[in-house]
């Protein structure tokens, strides 16, 4: 076996290790070992994607068992791209924070911490896009949750500590709720992995109310509305890369599990009406975020409440999954590439408003004014986020809307591209709101910096590859028909 | 009624327990402790359920998934308990609904 | 403060109950699950117990894993200790001759116990984690009779002990890779070998993580009142 057969592995052990190793060196050191990390992990994201592409998905059976006797890491098409989408973003966040985090902050309390829970985190993330068992998902779920809740709480005042509280807890009911949906799924059908799940579930009623409590509990951890009530406060008070991390990444995850349980493994109809409840909270999470988010006064809850938003385009491929291989697979394509240039142009939104908070010294929108002159860098970054967020072209927020609503029409069910549209038009108006005050006359005083330029050209950098981001997409449409969720339509991937 | 039912719907009943606990109570321990009721009524439903393999001896892959959700349990239990208390420590406060700065603007 | 009876969760709280035992009483009262394969498995590899062949071979990975968890709840609940410039006495109980006496009775036997538990684990009840419990459990208990932390324990040793067993597993489960198998594949002639290292490492670690998870948060004299 060669280097790129083990790269599943790898990919979860590596930024392991790094956590490990980090938590018994130097803070000075620990800098480097997470860049490196941050390096080998993208490279390997980059070589997997490739040998995905070229070669097809392919299982990994660790400890030689293979399912059903061990635990298989699947690496297809959505999770190769997921992976690289969590190098890139987590390389950003990793230089960012290498600024963002002063070099003299101790060892054992608070920030001193931040690249052991860091690197906690990207494991966690890797090893639930690449796994292909239900109880490892569970597993997983737990690490990614303990390591957002310790990073958001990680600057210890009283709105962060209570933020984290909301977070931990909502984190809980989720977990504690999937478990018992695996306790049950696993008590009806004696089945642990997805693959032989997906061959042996017939329709009875413990599988899927079994299915049915983990995919619930998984739209709580994706912040789906109504489920929504953690997110804002959690992604707000969080230090500004973790806030990054969180909205382009962490809801990804849960998402991605939901997509895999959802088409990978039940067969269509199983639950019958799931995908249309879905795709209507996905709906009422465009409108709600989007309205909530006109409404924000400070810049983090403005950032985070477009997060709201998005997450529901994400929801909009379940109702037409059971519609024929060509509309499954333009939905997929669609969902697939909004998540990606989501995670691109979020984390320059939130990258770049952190930097806005601190040159301006405060968090209040409405005082940022005449940042285009005085921060013209930011401003653009900013902008140019907001592109992708609007959905207009050649950014990947077109590519994608453009996909799903042909996928809508081509499945007969044109009022999902109405709310698509709308979402565009209430995404505008919030977008405009801020880059109305950013962009006025008036310029206020900024703090003058010392901070690496790197804070604000690397915002910029995502900003600009989200924008053209709709060029990607027939790279991410072939990726995301090779994999399993195809036969949801009866296709052999 | 079989032996394993009675474990099973036991724990039925203690996670249902644990969930309003987790939902209505106020009191921050109060939830954690809500939290944990649901990990165990689980850990109950699994074991319970896993009793019914043939041959004796009960099934291992429950047990094993049951060990694991206790380790993860006891994890997420300790992190609500520290940050309670440094929520405590913070505010004064036990419950997530008062507001710590009460109108004060941030 | 008192709580009143709150409708919304009660009524989920009731639908889950009849949700999931209604799913309970309908499933079969026979169904093997993977118990035949598991059980035929761990003969082959010859792990009298299959929970712990189970846990720590076909479902090593999860395992790994959970020991992440643990470790990293470790490092979070650090994360949120007030630093100590901040007025924060050590826990220091009243050591009574009662409690004093019996724990140094205990701790010895503690640590015996501990060390069985791990042998057994491989035909019996037992393994890493029952034993890293009741190793937890020892050091918390030294701590609540007033023992203070000796001199030779700095931090560092601490950190190293929190760490040893996440690197030795990781380390045993990368080895196969550079002998041609995958991640976690043990050799058969060295799988008993391994697997005791492994968990006698993973034990210390465990009981170090335990026993942190409350030391790391129990202090006396908080600011904030409180009974």
Not at chain 1, 345 to 359: E, I, N, V
Request: aromatic residues 8%; contains cysteine.
């Amino acid at each position: 076996m060669t280097l790129v057969d083990h790269l599943p592995a790898l990919l979860i052990i590596a930024p392991l290790a790094g956590a490990a190793i980090t938590f018994v060196t130097e803070r000075s050191v620990d800098r480097i070992v997470a860049v490196l990390t941050s390096i080998i992990i993208t490279l390997f994201s980059g070589m997997l994607l490739y040998r995905v592409a070229s070669g097809g998905a392919f299982r990994y059976e660790i400890g030689g068992w293979g399912a059903p006797i061990g635990i298989d890491l699947v690496a297809d098409g959505p999770a190769a791209l997921f992976l690289l989408l969590t190098a890139v973003v987590g390389t950003a966040v990793t230089i960012y924070a290498t600024a963002y985090f002063p070099k003299d902050c101790g060892t054992s309390y608070g920030h001193g911490l931040f690249w052991t829970l860091w690197l906690f985190m990207w494991t966690s993330l890797n090893a639930l896009f690449l796994t292909g068992d239900v109880f490892n998902v569970y597993v997983c779920l737990e690490l990614i949750g303990i390591s957002a809740v310790a990073l958001v709480t990680l600057k210890g005042d009283a709105d962060a500590l209570r933020a984290g509280a909301r977070y931990l807890f909502a984190s809980m009911l989720a977990a504690m709720t999937y478990l018992l949906g695996v306790a049950l799924l696993y008590s009806s059908t004696g089945q642990l992995d997805m693959e032989m799940l997906r061959a042996t579930l017939t329709p009875d009623s413990g599988a899927a109310t079994g299915l049915a409590l983990m995919v619930a509990a998984l739209v709580l951890k994706t912040a789906l509305v109504p489920a929504h009530f953690w997110l804002p406060t959690a992604h707000a008070s969080a230090p500004t890369p973790v806030s990054a991390a969180l909205s382009a990444l962490v809801v990804k995850a849960s998402y991605f599990a939901i997509l895999r349980l959802m088409l990978s493994v039940m067969p269509p109809g199983f639950i019958p009406g799931a995908g249309t409840l879905l795709g209507i909270l996905g709906s009422m999470a465009i409108i709600w975020g989007s309205l909530q988010a006109m409404r924000q006064t400070r810049i983090k809850q403005w950032v985070a409440y477009s997060t709201v938003a998005q997450i529901g385009y994400l929801f909009i491929v379940f109702p037409l999954a059971d519609s024929g291989a060509d509309v499954l697979a333009a939905a997929l394509g669609g969902v697939l590439l909004h998540a990606l240039s989501h995670g691109l142009a979020k984390t320059a939104l939130f990258l770049g408003a952190g930097s806005l908070m601190d040159r301006f010294g405060h968090n209040e929108i409405a005082r940022m004014t005449g940042a285009a002159r005085t921060l013209p860098v930011l401003t653009a970054t900013v902008a140019l986020a907001g592109v992708t967020m609007m959905g207009l072209p050649p950014s990947g927020g077109f590519g994608s809307k453009w996909q799903l609503v042909s996928a809508s029409i081509g499945a007969g069910q044109w009022w999902w591209a109405l709310v698509l549209g709308l979402g565009g038009l209430l995404a505008a108006a919030y977008m405009f709101r801020v880059l109305a005050v950013l962009l006025s006359d008036t310029p206020t005083e900024v703090r003058p910096t010392h901070a690496p330029v790197r804070l604000e050209w690397l915002p910029l950098a995502l900003a600009v590859a989200a924008l053209f981001f709709v060029f990607a997409a027939p790279f991410v449409d072939s990726l995301a028909g090779i994999s399993t969720i195809m036969l949801h339509a009866g296709v052999t991937p | 009624m079989s032996t394993y039912l009675i474990y099973s719907l036991g724990g039925a009943v203690i996670f249902a327990i644990g969930l309003y606990a987790l939902l209505a109570r106020r009191h921050l321990v109060h939830k954690v402790i809500g939290a944990n009721l649901m990990g165990s009524g689980t850990f109950l439903v699994l074991i319970g359920l896993g009793n019914r393999a043939p041959g004796g001896t009960p099934d291992p892959v429950p047990q094993a998934m049951v060990l694991t959700g206790i380790v993860v349990t006891v994890a997420l239990t300790a992190l609500g308990l520290a940050i309670t208390k440094r929520y405590f420590s913070a505010t004064g406060l036990d419950d997530l609904d008062t507001d710590p700065r009460e109108g004060d603007h941030p | 403060m008192r709580d009143r009876l709150k409708i919304m969760p009660l009524l989920a709280s009731l639908a889950a109950l009849g949700i999931i035992a209604t799913t309970i009483i309908g499933l079969p009262s026979t169904a093997p699950g993977l118990s035949a394969q598991m059980n035929a498995n761990a003969e082959t590899i010859g792990i009298k117990n299959v929970v712990t062949a189970v846990l720590l071979d076909f479902r090593g990975y999860d395992t790994l894993l959970e020991i992440s968890v643990l470790m990293l709840a470790t490092v979070a609940v650090l994360s949120l200790r007030v630093p100590p410039s901040e007025s924060r006495r050590r826990l220091t109980g009243e050591s009574g001759l009662l409690l004093g006496s019996l724990t140094r009775l205990l701790a010895p036997f503690m640590i015996v116990i501990a060390g069985f538990l791990v042998w057994v684990g491989s035909s019996g009840p037992g393994g890493a984690f029952q034993a890293g419990a009741v190793l937890g459990a020892g050091g918390i208990l030294l701590a609540l009779a007033g023992y203070d932390r000796p001199a030779w324990v700095r931090q560092s040793l601490i950190r190293v002990a929190l760490t040893i067993g996440l690197l030795a597993f990781i380390a045993i489960a990368l080895l196969p890779i550079l002998n041609g198998g995958t991640l976690l594949e043990y050799p058969d002639s060295a799988r008993k070998t391994l697997l005791l290292l492994l968990e006698g490492l993973l034990t210390l670690s465990i009981g170090a993580s335990l026993a942190s998870l409350f030391l790391a948060s129990a202090s006396r004299g908080q600011d904030g009142g409180g009974r």
